[in-house]
């Protein structure tokens, strides 16, 4: 036992020096955590859209249809730019970017209001960006609602007492309380940033790694020998402690700069983070089994990313996807990390109330564990005595094997 945690404490020393060494990774590790989480909240910032230029084309012409608008142009969502004569002209200014919709409200909209009847009015929005759609479609909800129950309560005023409104209804957001684009997705996105990074950073570790075999017959001078496990775990421990700095810095300060969502407490955020960096320090050491070279990491986390991302459940909610998607998403680190942070810093849960986030966090630390051991024992370290036989029969053998490889013989 006591050469386990030896061999485990070189092991650990040796990862924690070729991090610092590496600017590579330092980058990876660090840089990406201080700059993407800034990058991507300046982007979203401000949250909000307001005022979005509209064009109202009004055939009613009546005192009803002038409020109407007047009340569309007094909300913070929408703002009259022009009144057209006519949807032709109304097009035209859309098609000259004068303005990103258009309400129409037709000529019979006051007969057919004043005679009980439903009321039509037409919104045409420019959906090349939703929430012009969005904006748009708030604004004239909320107006024609609070309209159609201020002329029902004058009609029912002498039947009712005081002439109150029968029902009201009031907009409280919950969480998300300035209803911000930013407040909404950064929160998932965070961890994903934490993970992206070091899945970057361990696979270069690791091509860093396979070049020096190459260029020394199949050794690493800075290979300590060690036990499987003992490797295993000692690269975690070493992300594990690089990363406490990131993670507070991610998790817990940046949502304090630009204002977001913060109902949760610095412990409980750390506690949840603890087994999603264990998790994905062995996600990453699984997945460099198909890392041959420090580059190949672009290609294989860059494209990872955006799946990722749908995964989690921030663009399209994770119960309507198919059962195949759902339980590839159950097998990703950030899925649960993500959407337990969510309800902590959003839903100021506690983290007794994301009981099932955090266990399956715990058991992703245990499969992944597994994953990372077998691809340890039995991918690598067969590949490196494979390419020690080889050069110690042919000094040349591996550099002619990478010059193939790499289309220049």
């Not at 749908?310 to 059962?323: A, D, I, T």
Request: hydrophobic share 45%; with cysteine.
């Amino acid at each position: 036992m006591r050469q386990w945690f030896l061999e485990m404490y070189r092991v650990w020393w040796r990862e924690f020096r070729l991090v610092l060494r590496d600017e590579g990774v330092v980058i990876f590790f660090f840089g990406v955590c201080a700059v993407y989480p800034i990058l991507y909240s300046l982007i979203y910032n401000t949250e909000v859209e307001r005022d979005e230029p509209i064009v109202v084309v009004d055939d009613c012409r009546s005192q009803l249809s002038r409020r109407l608008a007047r009340n569309l142009d007094a909300t913070p969502e929408v703002k009259i730019v022009s009144y057209a004569a006519n949807m032709q002209e109304a097009r035209e200014l859309m098609h000259r970017k004068k303005c990103y919709g258009v309400v129409y409200i037709p000529r019979d909209f006051d007969m057919d209001v004043n005679r009980g009847e439903q009321g039509h009015v037409s919104v045409y929005s420019d959906m090349s960006v939703m929430f012009r759609y969005k904006n748009m479609l708030m604004a004239i909800t909320n107006v024609t609602q609070a309209m159609g129950g201020e002329l029902q309560s004058q009609r029912l005023a002498p039947f009712t007492y005081g002439g109150v409104e029968l029902i009201e209804s009031r907009q409280v957001p919950i969480g998300n309380t300035g209803m911000g684009l930013a407040s909404a997705v950064l929160l998932f996105i965070l961890p994903l940033v934490i993970q992206q990074s070091m899945l970057l950073g361990i696979g270069m570790l690791h091509g860093g790694s396979i070049e020096r075999r190459r260029r020394n017959r199949g050794y690493d001078p800075m290979e300590e020998p060690a036990c499987v496990s003992a490797t295993v775990i000692g690269k975690m421990l070493c992300h594990q402690i690089v990363y406490v700095a990131p993670v507070v810095y991610v998790l817990h300060f940046t949502p304090m700069m630009f204002d977001f969502p913060q109902n949760s407490n610095l412990l409980h955020s750390v506690a949840l983070a603890v087994p999603f960096i264990i998790a994905v320090s062995f996600m990453g050491q699984t997945l460099q089994a198909v890392v041959n070279e420090r580059e190949s990491v672009f290609l294989l986390f860059a494209f990872t990313s955006v799946i990722f991302v749908f995964l989690v459940g921030v663009s399209w909610p994770r119960y309507e996807m198919s059962r195949f998607w759902y339980t590839v998403g159950d097998c990703v680190p950030s899925t649960w990390m993500s959407n337990g942070y969510v309800l902590m810093q959003s839903g100021g849960a506690t983290l007794s109330q994301i009981v099932h986030p955090y266990c399956m966090l715990w058991l992703q630390c245990g499969v992944f564990f597994v994953l990372a051991y077998a691809v340890e024992r039995f991918v690598s370290r067969p590949r490196y005595r494979s390419w020690q036989r080889k050069a110690a029969a042919d000094a040349d053998s591996l550099q002619r094997f990478d010059i193939i490889k790499n289309g220049v013989g």
